[in-house]
């Protein structure tokens, strides 16, 4: 049997329902709001997040359910996470779709939910409520936290400083 795990052997659309959803790391970068510039089409994250986003464990209090109070949720499928601009460098389901592999933090590469807290790569602590910043504020609460990465996720050649470099070339396109 094959001891490599899944997400290094199975594409997106190869996986179950259970390993699909496993690749979210818990970060609730997702869940943050954004602002996009009409004219450009520049999306910008907030630090403003989900009425529906516990600020602690960064994940949805009502998960099954979230249209019936957020009808705009955007749910990440196979056929959207390529096209998804404002997904987060450090996001499993980029990394995956990119064929890169997951960082050390994430939870089913370290076996612990908490790494990506500890690694400094959540929402946690971080974030406001949206039902306590009203919409014309929200330009004051942009921030470009989401966008950095942390630890890049090992390719096997032993160069992370390269990694790194060819990441942040890739990010900056």
């Avoid at 259970?18 to 869940?31: A, N, V």
């Avoid at 464990?57 to 019936?68: L, M």
């Avoid at 919409?135 to 990465?149: F, G, R, S």
Wanted: charged residues 30%; glycine residues 6%.
């Amino acid at each position: 049997m094959d001891e490599t795990p899944f997400w290094q052997r199975k594409t997106l659309a190869d996986m179950t329902p259970g390993e699909w959803e496993s690749i979210c790391d818990g970060c609730g970068l997702c869940c943050l709001n954004k602002i996009e510039e009409w004219d450009s089409g520049d999306i910008y994250f907030t630090d403003v997040r989900c009425k529906l986003m516990d600020s602690d464990s960064c994940r949805c209090t009502s998960y099954p359910n979230r249209w019936d109070f957020v009808p705009d949720c955007v749910q990440l499928t196979l056929e959207n996470v390529s096209e998804i601009q404002w997904l987060p460098p450090t996001c499993g389901y980029r990394l995956i779709n990119e064929k890169r592999d997951l960082y050390w933090w994430h939870h089913l590469v370290s076996g612990d939910p908490e790494t990506v807290h500890a690694a400094g790569i959540s929402a946690r602590g971080r974030t406001f409520s949206e039902e306590d910043v009203p919409v014309d504020d929200y330009e004051d609460h942009v921030v470009d936290w989401p966008l950095t990465v942390g630890d890049m996720p090992r390719d096997g050649d032993g160069d992370a400083e390269e990694d790194e470099r060819q990441r942040a070339e890739e990010i900056g396109k």
